[in-house]
């Protein structure tokens, strides 16, 4: 039978203490019908990032937080099956942002670019062959501009952007050191993502202590994913002329300024530079950057996990449990299924295609 129903995932509360499955509500709508210059876009994807708990917060960032009442924003991947656009047909696989919902319309406004089923697993264009590969590529080669044989220490070292940035840093002839906040995120981080050493922030006593016992020769590059204490002890290691990629703040506790040591001294001393990176500054790079991920993915050198839950329902429990650290890999929501022949994608949590 055809579809006739659109379930959508809205935002209905703010959080207080904490991200909770209260603070969403599943709702159904009709089947929307694409107008003139629009077409329809099935949802099979919704990728989970850290970011979303700042959009669903009181207080503004970069930018306005998603309206009460409203679907949750989020990147989408999606096929069109109905179009009245001269530039999408049906069969179309598209990488934008419809959100937490299993259906949209759009004008193509909010599509980022399609997607070539030929370039690798469809789910990989949510990551590795997407945002995800774009962040790791531009902040770490743009911004720590990474020079053969320079340490480059990545915080949140096993997660989506991390274990990239740490993988792209040893293919530029670094040594790479990853912070991470388990054990078994530790062992992946070695096995794995190839680094030359890894710390678990959680069971070290004197963090900065390990650190300085893991780079010997000081931090040339640091890849910041959490802000933070973590970020206080890597800075008392940095080197003269250092470079710090500012890509996430998940370390501070719901977005709260830093009450921690002040990097003044460190950035003049050793005359760093401190630099934000917001990945959607540079979408229009993304094709650029491609060349070079989906080469280094198909040869094998860039790995990367997929921590796929299925089911639109169980998209905020899976937010929860990413903000909480319990994710093994880049975090996925699988909304609907792929189409036939569509290539190979991990069908399970912890997926490592490029070693399997």
Known sequence: MPETVNRQMRLIARPEAGVTPELFELSETPLPEPGPGEFLVRVIYLSLDPAMRGWIAEAPGYQEPVPLGEVMIGFTLGEVTASNHPDYRAGDIVYGRQGWQEWAVSDGGNIERKVDPADGPLSAAMHVLGMTGLTAYLGLLEV???????????????????????????????????????????????????????????????????????????????????????????????????????????????????????????????????????VLDHMDRLSEALGDLSAWVKDGRLKYREDIVDGLENAPTALIRLLAGGNKGKMLLRVGAEPAGSPASGEAVSFSPASA
């Open 144 to 278: 720590g501009q990474p020079k053969a044989g320079d340490t480059v220490v990545v915080s949140t070292a096993a997660g989506a952007v991390g274990s990239t940035v740490g993988q792209i840093a040893k293919i530029k002839g670094c040594r790479t050191v990853g912070i991470t906040g388990s054990g078994e995120k530790l062992r992946s981080c070695l096995e794995e993502f190839g680094y030359d050493a890894a710390l678990d922030y959680k069971s070290e006593r004197d963090l900065s202590g390990a650190l300085g016992a893991a780079c010997p020769d000081g931090v040339d590059v640091y890849f910041d994913n959490t802000g933070g204490e973590i970020s206080d002890a890597v800075l008392q290691h940095i080197n003269v002329g250092a470079r710090i990629v500012v890509c996430g703040i998940i370390g501070i506790k719901g977005g709260l300024a830093a009450t921690g040591p002040r990097p003044n001294r460190q950035l003049l001393m050793k005359r760093a530079r401190m630099e934000g990176f917001l």
